[in-house]
């Protein structure tokens, strides 16, 4: 199981970014799929998991995130999104994503929001 993390950038306070997650093999169908924030100098928070297709691909959010964020999955594509939303400077960090019963981490991607 392999996961690309992408979509990460330099955005304005207010601004819109989506990350992608393209996950590999039987995991995209099988397994759910997390997204976490890892801010300098703290362990990675927990934002958004979207379930399996098999479970019914029901959502998830950490309540802070949860007016702004919005997971997703793309079947043609074996790709989880996580749309973000009136973004904020205290959402700086790297984004990673994870499949949970395989315990599989993409790589982090770098989110920068100024002020």
């Known amino acids: 199981v392999q996961l690309q993390a992408s979509g990460g950038g330099l955005v304005q306070a207010g601004e819109s970014l989506r990350l992608s997650c393209a996950v590999s093999?039987?995991?995209?169908?099988?397994?759910?799929t997390a997204w976490y924030r890892q801010t300098r100098g703290t362990e990675r928070e927990w934002l958004a998991t979207?379930?399996?297709?098999?479970?019914?691909?029901?959502?998830g959010y950490k309540r802070s995130v949860r007016d702004r964020f919005t997971v997703s999955r793309d079947g043609a594509k074996n790709v989880v999104y996580l749309q973000m939303n009136s973004l904020r400077p205290d959402d700086t960090g790297v984004y990673y994503c994870?499949?949970?019963?395989?315990?599989?981490w993409g790589q982090g991607t770098q989110v920068t929001v100024s002020s």
């Open positions: 093999g039987n995991a995209f169908r099988l397994d759910a």
């Open positions: 994870r499949t949970l019963d395989y315990d599989r």
């Open positions: 979207i379930q399996s297709v098999a479970n019914g691909g029901t959502t």
